[in-house]
Nanobody, 130 residues
Framework: QLQLVESGGGLVQPGESLRLSCLAS????????IGWFRQAPGKEREGVSC????????TYADSVKGRFTISRDNANSTVYLQMNSLKPEDTGVYYC???????????????????????WGQGTQVTVSS
């Protein structure tokens, strides 16, 4: 069964950190680009970060640059999103998605790139509140 499963979400205070994980099963993660997206209550889903299958730099939304880091562990079929200095506006459900054709160069605008992703996870809730 082909699937992505996110984990690592939770409730934290502003300024704290979380590391989200995205575990892939049923397919070889090595060949896929991975994107992280999030959706805040009452808002549209937005792109957070994207990392291509090949070694190289990642792309980040302006709102998370310098605070979030995406990384891959292909040997363990897992992609991570390290989130530091969390803010209340980072609250939302975070989704990972995998794309065989690299969408990272197309940016992070959800409406534009979401058709390029082949698999989506069910999401993990992140709440940043004091």
């Amino acid at each position: 069964q082909l699937q992505l499963v996110e984990s690592g979400g939770g409730l934290v205070q502003p300024g704290e950190s979380l590391r989200l994980s995205c575990l892939a099963s049923g397919f070889t993660l090595d060949y896929y680009a991975i994107g992280w997206f999030r959706q805040a209550p009452g808002k549209e889903r937005e792109g957070v970060s994207c990392k291509a299958s090949s070694p190289g730099s990642a792309t980040y939304a302006d709102s998370v640059k310098g605070r979030f880091t995406i990384s891959r562990d292909n040997a363990n079929s897992t992609v991570y999103l390290q989130m530091n200095s969390l803010k209340p506006e980072d609250t939302g459900v975070y989704y990972c998605a995998a794309a065989f054709l690299d969408p990272c160069e197309d940016g992070l605008e959800y409406h534009k790139v979401h058709p390029l992703y082949d698999y989506w996870g069910q999401g993990t809730q992140v709440t940043v509140s004091s």
